[in-house]
């Protein structure tokens, strides 16, 4: 003989579950609105020593950045993209040399994108 399965009891709710979407909330970038310039980062931190060698007029490579900030390289490139591209808006440039890919941040009037576009 085999025995039956007992019946599963099905659990009624006396209303149903609303399903919505979370409103994704976009953060404002740290900029100052009056005069447009980046808010600044705390001194001494890692943000702030990478933002620094950026902003420099040579630039610098991923691998430089790594032996500041003892970063991986994955980090590193996850930084440029996520806080500095995108965080904080900042126009970052990329440009290949002998001595490797060098990254550096310029302003953004200078930007050859823009110059384009108030050409045209």
């Known amino acids: 003989m085999t025995r039956r399965k007992p019946k599963l009891s099905t659990i009624t709710r006396s209303r149903p579950v609303k399903k919505t979407k979370r409103k994704l909330s976009k953060r404002p970038t740290p900029h100052d609105a009056a005069s447009g310039a980046v808010v ?17 007029r040579a630039g610098t490579t991923i691998a430089a950045i790594m032996a500041a900030t003892s970063w991986q390289q994955h980090s590193v490139r996850g930084f440029l993209a996520g806080v500095v591209r995108k965080k904080l808006g900042l ?30």
Not at 40 to 56: C, F, S
Not at 98 to 113: H, K, L, N
């Open 91 to 120: 126009n970052l440039v990329s440009e290949p040399r002998e001595s490797g890919r060098v990254y550096r941040i310029i302003d953004e009037t200078a930007s050859p994108v823009k110059a384009v576009k108030q050409a045209a």
């Open 40 to 56: 600044k980062t705390r001194a001494g931190t890692k943000h702030a020593q990478v933002l620094a060698m950026l902003q420099d």
